[in-house]
């Protein structure tokens, strides 16, 4: 798929002897990206990225991110969704964002940062002015 140029989806439904059962898409993607050595990963969902106190976060380092599952209002999905986001960039992936689908062009505005959304990486601000 990734030669011909495509872009691989990968549904949180599969099938087991007639069940429906939900794969928890968010770590499968999780550790496919660094299998293939992407230098990214989306993760979407139904909200439009991390929010704490009522705000929407754009971004997080290693700290940011440890500070914020220890967050109360980290919460249901979105718990899944920072854990598997921080196993991807431990495991290689240079960046993994969480937003949501907001129908046709949803993902290139948000690979071109013109989307909602919180985008994580493991290099903190401190690191990268001294990097």
Do not use: C, F
């Not at 249901?76 to 960046?95: C, H, I, N, Y």
């Not at 993902?107 to 959304?117: D, E, M, P």
């Amino acid at each position: 798929m990734l030669a011909e140029g495509a872009v691989p989806v990968i549904a949180s439904i599969g099938d087991y002897e007639g069940r429906l059962l939900n794969l928890n898409a968010d770590d499968l993607a999780a550790a496919l990206a660094p299998a293939l050595h992407s230098p990214a990963l989306l993760l979407l969902s139904d909200a439009d990225g991390l929010r704490l106190d009522g705000a929407l976060v754009p971004a997080l380092d290693r700290d940011g991110l440890a500070a914020a599952l220890a967050h109360p209002d980290v919460q249901g999905g979105m718990r899944p969704k920072l854990l598997a986001a921080r196993a991807a960039l431990e495991a290689g992936v240079g960046r993994v964002t969480i937003a949501a689908w907001q129908g046709p062009g949803t993902l290139a505005r948000i690979l071109a940062g013109t989307a909602a959304g919180t985008t994580l990486t493991l290099t903190s601000t401190k690191e990268a002015a001294h990097g």
